[in-house]
């Protein structure tokens, strides 16, 4: 029998699916601590970069931060973080997926201020509001689809990633791969493959259910926009070639 078809067997075995420790109780440690990492990174990327965006200031900085955290390695991060106070285990593993989750929540929220229509802007001030009722009632709902579009991109990562976590005893999905390593490659090479296809199939699911979001809140003009840059961009690329 091949991996393949050992892994279509280890998939199609209800056990594998109940038992404790099984699919069940591994996704939902997955979608936990990958939850988990996405609003922490939320909580200190998106009011960051919404403020950064909205004085006009800290372009460069945003860039240097984006740049340096996406540079290191989440698997040195879940190496380093459990020998301090976090400890091995889920903590640490949240923390390292969180960082690696800022640089496209902190970017988006940057450049979703920036994009704000300067005659919104204007018609604004010119109407009394004051910098934070500027910030909440104008920049910030323009500037919802270039969130949406963050969190998309950090959620499918994190949860890409996070099968790495059994590697400081963090559970999920990836706990699975790594116990189908921990036996005989005949024997495990099924349930390795299993893993693997369990993992990118949660990726997938993710992103097409916040692709759809996204598109939820994404006002109709602006989507018709984003349809005819795409297409100049490919009409471009066609001329280029």
């Not at 009011?47 to 996406?70: D, F, I, Q």
């Not at 800022?102 to 919104?120: F, I, K, M, S």
């Not at 759809?212 to 690329?237: F, I, K, Q, W, Y």
Request: hydrophobic share 55%.
């Amino acid at each position: 029998m091949s991996a393949i078809e050992q892994a279509v067997v280890w998939l199609n075995d209800p056990l594998n699916w109940t038992n404790p420790g099984g699919i069940l109780d591994r996704l939902g440690e997955h979608l936990a601590m990958s939850a988990a990492a996405v609003l922490l990174g939320c909580l200190v990327a998106w009011p960051l970069g919404l403020w950064l965006g909205h004085t006009g200031r800290g372009g460069g900085s945003v860039l240097l931060v984006s740049n340096v955290t996406l540079a290191i390695p989440t698997l040195a991060l879940l190496t380093i973080l459990p020998l301090t106070f976090l400890g091995f285990g889920r903590p640490a593993v949240v923390v390292a997926l969180a960082v690696f989750a800022v640089p496209p929540l902190l970017a988006n929220a940057y450049t979703g201020v920036r994009q704000a229509d300067p005659e919104a802007r204007d018609a604004a001030r010119g109407m009394g509001l004051s910098g934070g009722q500027l910030l909440r009632r104008v920049e910030l709902p323009l500037a919802v689809p270039y969130l949406a579009a963050g969190f998309r991109t950090a959620a499918v990562q994190v949860v890409a990633t996070a099968a790495l976590a059994s590697f400081v005893n963090g559970g999920g999905l990836g706990q699975i791969i790594r116990a189908g390593f921990g036996l005989d490659i005949a024997a495990g090479g099924g349930q390795i493959i299993a893993g693997g296809v369990l993992v990118a199939g949660l990726a997938l699911l993710v992103e097409l259910v916040l692709a759809l979001v996204e598109r939820m809140v994404t006002p109709r003009p602006l989507r018709r926009r984003s349809r005819r840059r795409a297409g100049r961009r490919a009409a471009d690329a066609v001329a280029g070639g």
